[in-house]
């Protein structure tokens, strides 16, 4: 597809926006190159740090105008604000042979007749929302494997109710609406909030950073952004968390050991820069070791990795990388991991190795996301309350006929899969939330599968719980449990009777959900025009949702 070129409103756009979003993280770049000899390595990995380095001058015009406030109370954004912290012209065109995805197909539509259940992990990652705009800011539609539309539901919170008892660690919601779609259809979320983590309860971190030091990372996009996401984690340490740092290029090295210096974290960051080629498996090999080493019982252990996934040197497989990783798991140390840049993104692995390693994947385009995932959403990024939750929906077929789960593709569970311990699911940290929408045929409309000819009726188990729409089960492990805990709840089935289009949230989640959707070209939704996603999303106050309706706006002009 060849690229749009941008007008002057959106170039002045994106640089309202980088100021806005570089106010907060400004960071000093300096390095040590991958070219240096081996002597130099070695000095790399054993250095100590004097002082944090000195200032950057407010005079240099760059770093005036990352200070310079930015009014929040401005109007709602341009169509194509550039995204902040990385100039215009650092986003080449990615060649699409060289970024990696690993989509699923559209989930196919389910006959409740021969398919009553429905069974999913939980999915609290939000890399594929944060990529998808990076492709639309440059003018250009995200490839289709790269839309995984539950990370752009989850990617907002929703005011779903505090959880009341830590006893259980979120609590759910389940309603139902019109779907503004098919009026033949309902909408059924489901919701779970975490509880929130208070700053002095959280439990003592420790943190090995793995930084990509390779040449494939010498762009604006990359390193430098890297610096400045992790010197804002840096930023919210406490006195009981320590971090060290771990590089790898052509080699690899400890640059910093644990550490409770939050100064000491973002010198040595200041000092990296790319050169090399990418042993990606042995730095992650080095950055458990290291997590082993600094090993805090009780505590949060986890490596997070931060690179653009171009692993060309020693293992690169994907299935052996996720071996390594599920073994790492099973002894403690968790991985997240941060996803930079374009050109040559391996997207297929990032998401996939964090998947397995029992923590999240985020995609960081600018420096306002690095704030957002690693300082305004710390806690959820690092503190787990409920891990391998599982959720199983058991629809009746006297009320609902056919349902299609909308996203969540790359999470399915076989049916058995959710009672059995020994299935690994996704985690869920402090004040995350997960959301998960059914669209749903009840009983008697037509639905998207003509009747068969030789279709089961409804048994009488159904027409005895006819009351009931679906039987919601969800199962989760605490943080150091090994037997998991159920809950279960029922839906109603006269919530399924209601011609309510959705309202408030409800309404703004079926807006992203549609957008998702129509991003992967899922003909169900052919008939529902972007003008009609932007409708349903609303006016909004909130900087990312008026970004969101910016942004549905911007892939109907790529159509």
């Known amino acids: ?179 503004p779609w098919n009026p033949q259809a309902k909408l059924i979320r489901v919701g779970l909030r975490g509880y929130d983590l208070p700053r002095d309860e959280r439990p003592a971190a420790n943190l090995v950073f793995l930084v990509d030091v390779s040449g494939s990372m010498n762009s604006p996009d990359k390193l430098p952004l890297v610096k400045r996401a992790l010197s804002g984690l840096a930023s919210e340490m406490s006195g009981k968390d320590k971090v060290s740092i771990v590089v790898y290029a052509g080699r690899t090295a400890v640059v910093l050991e644990p550490t409770s210096n939050s100064a000491k974290v973002r010198a040595a960051l200041s000092r990296l820069e790319a050169g090399g080629s990418t042993a990606g498996a042995a730095g992650l090999q080095l950055a458990y070791d290291m997590a082993r080493q600094g090993f805090i019982k009780g505590g949060v252990n986890r490596v997070i990795l931060a690179t653009d996934g171009d692993f060309n040197v020693g293992m690169s497989d994907t299935d052996r990388l996720i071996e390594m990783i599920e073994k790492q798991r099973d002894s403690g140390v968790t991985l997240t991991t941060l996803g930079f840049g374009t050109g040559n993104y391996n997207e297929a692995m990032m998401e996939q190795i964090a998947n397995h390693g029992n923590g999240n994947y985020a995609y960081i385009d600018s420096a306002l996301e690095a704030k957002k995932v690693l300082r305004e959403e710390m806690s959820s990024t690092l503190f787990t309350i409920a891990k391998d939750v599982k959720i199983q929906v058991e629809f009746n077929p006297a009320s609902v006929s056919q349902y299609r789960l909308i996203g969540y593709e790359n999470r399915a569970l076989r049916e058995e899969d959710f009672d059995n311990d020994a299935v690994d699911a996704g985690d869920i940290g402090a004040g995350h939330q997960v959301t998960a929408i059914y669209e749903v045929i009840p009983a008697g409309n037509k639905g998207w599968i003509s009747d068969r000819r030789y279709g089961a009726e409804a048994g009488s188990p159904a027409a005895s719980r006819s009351d009931e729409a679906a039987f919601v089960q969800l199962r989760y492990k605490l943080p150091d449990g090994s037997k998991s805990k159920l809950l279960q709840y029922r839906l109603p089935a006269a919530a399924l009777q209601t011609r309510r289009q959705p309202q408030g949230d409800f309404a703004f989640a079926a807006a992203v959900a549609a957008y998702g959707q129509k991003l992967r070209g899922d003909e169900m939704l052919a008939g529902f025009s972007w003008e009609d996603v932007v409708s349903l999303a609303g006016r909004q106050r909130d900087y990312y949702r008026q970004e969101f309706v910016e942004l549905a706006r911007t892939a109907e002009a790529q159509m």
């Not at 954004?77 to 995805?101: F, I, K, L, S, T």
């Not at 196919?108 to 705009?133: C, M, Q």
């Not at 959880?163 to 779907?179: C, G, N």
Request: proline share 10%; hydrophobic share 40%; net charge negative.
């Open 1 to 179: 597809m060849e690229r749009k070129n941008m007008d002057n409103r959106t170039r002045a756009g994106g640089a309202a926006l980088s100021l806005l979003a570089t106010s907060s993280l400004i960071i000093a770049i300096a390095g040590c190159s991958q070219d240096q000899s081996s002597e130099e390595v070695e000095s790399i990995a054993t250095y100590e740090i004097a002082a944090p380095p000195a200032p950057i001058s407010p005079s240099q015009p760059h770093v005036a105008a990352e200070m310079a406030s930015v009014d929040m109370a401005m109007a709602p954004p341009p169509a194509h604000w550039a995204r902040a912290g990385v100039p215009d012209d650092a986003y080449p065109m990615p060649p699409e042979d060289r970024e990696r995805y690993a989509g699923e197909e559209v989930s196919p539509i389910k006959l409740v007749a021969t398919e009553p259940v429905s069974t999913f992990s939980v999915d609290v990652d939000t890399g594929a929302y944060a990529n998808a705009r990076r492709f639309l800011t440059m003018g250009q539609l995200p490839p289709r494997g790269a839309v995984r539309t539950e990370e752009m539901i989850n990617y907002f919170r929703y005011d779903y109710a505090r959880p009341e008892d830590r006893s259980k660690p979120f609590s759910v919601t389940l309603d139902a609406a019109e779907s």
